[in-house]
């Protein structure tokens, strides 16, 4: 049960990382593009952000929890 539980958020945390927005690739690094600082999250982003952190946090805790049992 545990095991299963942490797949679907293992799947969960995969597909919000991927679709949160890249704001500086490579042509970042180099000067182009927008700069790294952008100020803060809003709208779906913030959500997305918020979704993201909550997802990993589950995740962490039924890792330890599934070495425990």
Avoid: D, Y
């Amino acid at each position: 049960m545990i095991t299963t539980l942490q797949i679907i958020f293992s799947i969960i945390l995969i597909i919000l990382v991927l679709i949160q927005e890249r704001s500086s690739g490579l042509s970042g690094t180099f000067g182009g593009g927008e700069s790294a600082f952008r100020g803060r999250r809003r709208g779906i982003e913030k959500i997305i952000f918020i979704l993201t952190v909550v997802s990993l946090v589950c995740f962490v805790i039924l890792s330890i929890l599934n070495i425990v049992v």
